[in-house]
Protein backbone atom coordinates (compact mmCIF):
# COMPACT_ATOMS: atom_id res chain seq x y z
CA UNK A 1 0.00 0.00 0.00
CA UNK A 2 1.20 2.70 -1.14
CA UNK A 3 1.80 6.00 1.23
CA UNK A 4 -0.98 8.81 1.80
CA UNK A 5 0.09 12.10 -0.08
CA UNK A 6 -0.11 15.03 2.12
CA UNK A 7 -3.01 16.30 -0.45
CA UNK A 8 -4.80 12.98 0.12
CA UNK A 9 -4.47 13.37 3.75
CA UNK A 10 -6.08 16.88 3.94
CA UNK A 11 -8.83 15.53 1.19
CA UNK A 12 -9.57 12.82 3.54
CA UNK A 13 -9.75 15.36 6.82
CA UNK A 14 -11.89 17.45 4.94
CA UNK A 15 -14.08 14.85 4.33
CA UNK A 16 -14.22 13.47 7.62
CA UNK A 17 -15.04 16.73 9.59
CA UNK A 18 -17.46 17.03 7.01
CA UNK A 19 -19.23 13.78 8.19
CA UNK A 20 -18.81 15.08 12.08
CA UNK A 21 -20.54 18.72 11.66
CA UNK A 22 -23.09 17.55 9.57
CA UNK A 23 -26.48 18.68 10.86
CA UNK A 24 -24.99 20.96 13.78
CA UNK A 25 -27.16 23.84 13.50
CA UNK A 26 -25.43 25.47 16.05
CA UNK A 27 -21.43 26.16 17.20
CA UNK A 28 -19.59 28.09 19.65
CA UNK A 29 -17.46 30.40 18.19
CA UNK A 30 -14.61 31.57 20.47
CA UNK A 31 -11.91 35.10 20.10
CA UNK A 32 -9.83 36.29 21.97
CA UNK A 33 -10.81 39.70 23.47
CA UNK A 34 -8.79 42.94 23.57
CA UNK A 35 -7.35 42.32 27.22
CA UNK A 36 -6.65 38.48 26.09
CA UNK A 37 -9.83 36.60 27.29
CA UNK A 38 -11.85 34.68 25.32
CA UNK A 39 -15.29 35.59 24.44
CA UNK A 40 -17.79 32.85 23.18
CA UNK A 41 -20.79 33.03 21.59
CA UNK A 42 -23.26 30.43 19.49
CA UNK A 43 -23.24 31.03 15.55
CA UNK A 44 -25.77 29.38 13.31
CA UNK A 45 -24.23 26.82 11.08
CA UNK A 46 -24.21 27.14 7.19
CA UNK A 47 -25.79 23.95 5.56
CA UNK A 48 -23.64 23.47 2.62
CA UNK A 49 -20.27 21.27 1.87
CA UNK A 50 -17.53 21.95 3.60
CA UNK A 51 -14.68 22.11 1.60
CA UNK A 52 -12.01 23.22 4.91
CA UNK A 53 -13.54 26.70 5.55
CA UNK A 54 -16.53 27.32 7.73
CA UNK A 55 -18.70 30.14 6.84
CA UNK A 56 -20.92 32.13 9.57
CA UNK A 57 -23.35 35.22 8.98
CA UNK A 58 -22.12 38.31 11.02
CA UNK A 59 -22.72 42.21 11.25
CA UNK A 60 -19.75 44.38 10.25
CA UNK A 61 -20.17 46.43 13.54
CA UNK A 62 -19.85 43.91 16.14
CA UNK A 63 -17.64 42.96 18.76
CA UNK A 64 -16.58 39.72 17.02
CA UNK A 65 -15.87 41.43 14.20
CA UNK A 66 -13.20 44.60 16.44
CA UNK A 67 -11.87 41.38 17.98
CA UNK A 68 -10.91 39.42 15.26
CA UNK A 69 -9.19 42.80 13.72
CA UNK A 70 -7.06 42.40 16.61
CA UNK A 71 -6.52 38.38 16.58
CA UNK A 72 -7.76 36.24 13.43
CA UNK A 73 -7.16 33.03 15.61
CA UNK A 74 -10.38 31.32 16.46
CA UNK A 75 -11.91 28.08 18.01
CA UNK A 76 -15.56 26.60 16.65
CA UNK A 77 -16.85 24.21 18.82
CA UNK A 78 -19.83 21.65 17.71
CA UNK A 79 -21.42 19.22 19.91
CA UNK A 80 -24.41 16.45 19.11
CA UNK A 81 -25.21 14.52 22.61
CA UNK A 82 -27.71 12.42 20.56
CA UNK A 83 -24.71 10.89 18.64
CA UNK A 84 -21.76 11.38 21.14
CA UNK A 85 -20.25 13.45 18.75
CA UNK A 86 -17.98 16.61 19.82
CA UNK A 87 -15.38 18.40 17.81
CA UNK A 88 -13.19 21.44 18.22
CA UNK A 89 -11.78 23.08 15.34
CA UNK A 90 -9.08 25.93 15.54
CA UNK A 91 -8.64 28.47 12.66
CA UNK A 92 -8.01 31.49 11.54
CA UNK A 93 -10.86 33.99 10.77
CA UNK A 94 -11.67 36.89 8.48
CA UNK A 95 -14.60 39.04 7.43
CA UNK A 96 -15.82 38.76 3.88
CA UNK A 97 -18.52 41.09 1.93
CA UNK A 98 -19.01 38.68 -1.16
CA UNK A 99 -22.77 39.39 -2.27
CA UNK A 100 -22.46 35.99 -4.38
CA UNK A 101 -21.57 33.97 -1.61
CA UNK A 102 -23.87 35.55 0.78
CA UNK A 103 -26.75 35.51 -1.47
CA UNK A 104 -25.94 31.47 -1.58
CA UNK A 105 -25.73 30.75 1.64
CA UNK A 106 -28.61 32.31 2.47
CA UNK A 107 -31.61 30.92 4.57
CA UNK A 108 -34.98 32.34 5.97
CA UNK A 109 -34.00 30.68 9.33
CA UNK A 110 -31.50 33.91 9.15
CA UNK A 111 -34.06 36.61 9.20
CA UNK A 112 -34.54 35.91 13.07
CA UNK A 113 -31.03 38.16 13.44
CA UNK A 114 -31.18 39.51 9.85
CA UNK A 115 -34.74 40.62 9.33
CA UNK A 116 -33.29 43.03 6.62
CA UNK A 117 -32.17 39.92 4.64
CA UNK A 118 -29.26 40.11 2.11
CA UNK A 119 -30.47 44.14 1.89
CA UNK A 120 -29.24 44.92 5.04
CA UNK A 121 -25.84 47.19 4.14
CA UNK A 122 -24.40 45.66 8.13
CA UNK A 123 -24.60 41.78 6.60
CA UNK A 124 -21.37 39.98 6.34
CA UNK A 125 -19.75 36.91 6.38
CA UNK A 126 -16.79 35.49 8.22
CA UNK A 127 -14.89 32.82 6.92
CA UNK A 128 -12.77 30.28 8.97
CA UNK A 129 -10.00 28.56 7.64
CA UNK A 130 -9.48 25.64 9.22
CA UNK A 131 -5.97 24.26 10.49
CA UNK A 132 -6.55 21.94 12.81
CA UNK A 133 -9.62 19.59 14.22
CA UNK A 134 -10.29 17.40 17.61
CA UNK A 135 -13.05 15.07 18.05
CA UNK A 136 -14.65 12.97 19.90
CA UNK A 137 -17.58 10.47 19.05
CA UNK A 138 -18.54 7.43 20.57
CA UNK A 139 -16.10 4.90 19.04
CA UNK A 140 -13.05 6.89 20.47
CA UNK A 141 -14.46 7.88 23.69
CA UNK A 142 -14.99 3.88 24.91
CA UNK A 143 -14.48 2.81 27.97
CA UNK A 144 -12.42 5.89 29.36
CA UNK A 145 -15.19 8.55 28.85
CA UNK A 146 -14.79 11.97 27.48
CA UNK A 147 -11.70 12.93 29.76
CA UNK A 148 -9.97 10.49 27.24
CA UNK A 149 -7.77 11.58 24.13
CA UNK A 150 -8.91 13.48 20.99
CA UNK A 151 -8.50 12.01 17.34
CA UNK A 152 -6.84 14.83 15.41
CA UNK A 153 -7.04 16.03 11.95
CA UNK A 154 -3.97 18.42 10.85
CA UNK A 155 -5.33 20.31 7.32
CA UNK A 156 -2.51 21.67 5.50
Known amino acids: MRP???????????EHLSTLIHGIKVAMMTTVDADGSLHSR???T?????????????????H???ELEEDHHVNISFADPARERYVSVSGRC???KDPRRMRDM???ALEAWFPQGLDDPELALLRVSVQR????????LGASGPDSSASNLTFS
Open 4 to 14: QTPEQATRDAI
Open 133 to 140: AEYWDTPT
Open 64 to 66: KVE
Open 106 to 108: WSP
Open 94 to 96: QLE
Open 42 to 44: PMW
Open 46 to 62: QDHDFDGDLWFFTRVRS
